[in-house]
């Protein structure tokens, strides 16, 4: 263990150019070239590849992106649109928040700066959705700002560089990592090398310094690496304490009339916000009651499909799904629908609606068990 909290706070004169030159050179060489948002200086388009790509990987994001940018190819049509249509291209992407908060930053860019996106961090830090290190990339990469970044990759290429002993997630070594990274700028100010270098950055941390078994033979900084030359690049960064998350348990009720299957939207904030789910109980409450009582359906019980299990940053999801058939619904029953945000819709249709991803999985799982009844 390592027993100071770096293993030199200082950093060198010369440290600056060593560091970013070489991290320069190797992306040019070995870094990514052809992804979508690259080698491009519109700031629109490089603040919805750095939404997207908060905690989701570049294989995961590159046809979303591809999506929503022939849908919304400028911030016109993107603040103009419902948020549901938003959501609906954001489905499957997950932690919806940044679909909807994209959403209210392009209304704010559009009625507070006249359409024209900010150039400074500190006003892209008051938009909706926009941290410390998203306004780096954005100002960096769209506007050639001497800014750094401090994503969760560059935090892992500092500590193990440095020799930081410290969960990357505590507040004294993140400022104490925004400190080396800031130090670390290259001198020059021109925008090609301010892009570069950001970059190197990302890039360094996606294929090589990676987060188990890096691949430190392909390292341009290597040479002075803590972590590599002292042979603890499996140790750094510091994991945090293990947590047991809880679990919660609820009933998903997928209801079924003349073809059609009963969609709900959920209520905005909260989990799955402003998204069309099934109708959601305890797994204590009688789902037959449950439609009678709050959906004025009298239904009756068809088949149980298997545990989904889906995980939150802050528990564990088991969703139990029910099939069920509605065989009467009260004259207010529609009445009652409008007022708490139902919809009836073919399994197709649902499919393209802004759904989370549990729920395409049950969708799909259902359209499957229909085609096989069909086939037998």
Not at 172 to 187: C, D, F, K, S, Y
């Amino acid at each position: 263990m390592i027993q100071q909290a770096t293993r030199r706070p200082q950093i060198s004169a010369a440290e600056p150019d060593f560091f970013a030159d070489r991290l320069i050179c190797w992306q040019l060489a070995y870094g990514r070239h052809s992804l979508p948002w690259q080698g491009i200086s519109d700031p629109y388009a490089i603040w919805i590849s750095e939404i997207m790509l908060q905690q989701t990987q570049v294989s995961t994001v590159i046809p979303y992106y591809e999506r929503f940018m022939t849908v919304f190819p400028n911030i016109a049509p993107l603040a103009s649109a419902p948020v549901e249509e938003v959501l609906t291209l954001w489905s499957g992407l997950g932690y919806y928040s940044r679909g909807r908060n994209l959403h209210r930053a392009a209304r704010m860019i559009i009625e507070q700066y006249d359409g024209v996106f900010p150039q400074d961090t500190a006003t892209l830090q008051r938009l909706p959705g926009i941290g410390r290190s998203t306004a780096a990339a954005i100002a960096a990469f769209a506007f050639g700002k001497r800014c750094t970044i401090l994503d969760g990759n560059v935090k892992r290429i500092l500590i193990r560089y440095f020799g930081v002993n410290g969960h990357p997630g505590e507040r004294m070594i993140e400022e104490q990592l925004w400190q080396l990274a800031e130090g670390l700028l290259p001198v020059e100010e021109d925008h090609k090398t301010i892009a570069s270098y950001t970059q190197a950055l990302m890039d360094l941390g996606a294929l090589v310094c990676v987060r188990t078994q890096p691949r430190c033979e392909h390292c341009p900084l290597q040479v002075d690496c803590y972590a590599y030359q002292n042979d603890l690049t499996a140790v750094l960064p510091v994991s945090r304490p293990r947590k047991t998350l809880p679990v919660k348990e609820i009933v998903h009720l997928i209801l079924l009339d003349q073809g059609q299957i009963l969609l709900k939207k959920r209520p905005v904030p909260g989990i799955w916000g402003g998204l069309w789910c099934f109708p959601e109980t305890s797994i204590d409450q009688d789902s037959v009651d449950y439609c009678k009582k709050n959906l004025h359906l009298q239904v009756i019980k068809f088949a149980e499909l298997p545990h989904l299990q889906h995980t939150f940053t802050h528990f564990k999801l088991t969703i139990q799904p029910q099939l069920l058939r509605s065989i009467m619904y009260l004259p207010e029953c529609e009445e009652n629908s409008k007022e708490n945000d139902c919809l009836w819709v073919t399994i197709d249709e649902a499919l393209q609606r802004a759904i989370p991803a549990p729920v395409r999985k049950l969708l799909l799982m259902t359209q499957s068990l229909f085609q096989s009844f069909i086939h037998e």
